[in-house]
């Protein structure tokens, strides 16, 4: 059974960081894309971060690039996203999703597994 469990969301002020992880089980961590994703209320999921199996090269959506980092140790089977200069516009739920085939690490009906999400809220 495979299981992504988030963590590391929270309120924080704009201009902050926040780190969030992605715990995997149940899956041959090492040879799936992860991504990063997220919605806030109102909005479509959209594409946030993706790395892939090797742990590179990643791939970042326009709003987030220079302020984020994804990351990934394939020996604790986890990734991390580094969020810094946050924005109130980055306050969503956060997911990491797994992708065996990683053909369109920003595309989220690629994914094939999906966290419950974490709660990032962004004040101003």
């Known amino acids: 059974q495979v299981k992504l469990v988030e ?3 929270g309120l924080v ?8 992880s992605c715990a995997a089980s149940g899956l041959t961590f090492s040879s799936y894309t992860m991504g ?14 993706a790395i892939r199996w090797g ?3 990643t791939h970042y959506a326009d709003s987030v690039k220079g302020r984020f980092t994804i990351s990934r ?10 969020m810094n ?3 109130p516009e ?19 009906q690629k994914y094939d597994y999906w966290g ?5 809220t962004v004040s101003s």
């Open 7 to 9: 963590s590391g969301g």
């Open 116 to 120: 419950q999400g974490t709660q990032v």
């Open 90 to 108: 980055d306050t969503a739920v956060y997911y990491c999703a797994a992708d065996f085939i990683g053909s369109r690490p920003d595309s989220p």
């Open 85 to 87: 200069n946050l924005k």
């Open 55 to 57: 742990g590179g090269p």
């Open 73 to 82: 140790d394939n020996a604790k089977n986890a990734i991390y996203l580094q």
């Open 36 to 49: 990063w994703f997220r919605q806030a209320p109102g909005k479509e999921r959209e594409f946030v971060a």
């Open 13 to 20: 002020q704009a201009g902050g960081s926040l780190s969030l």
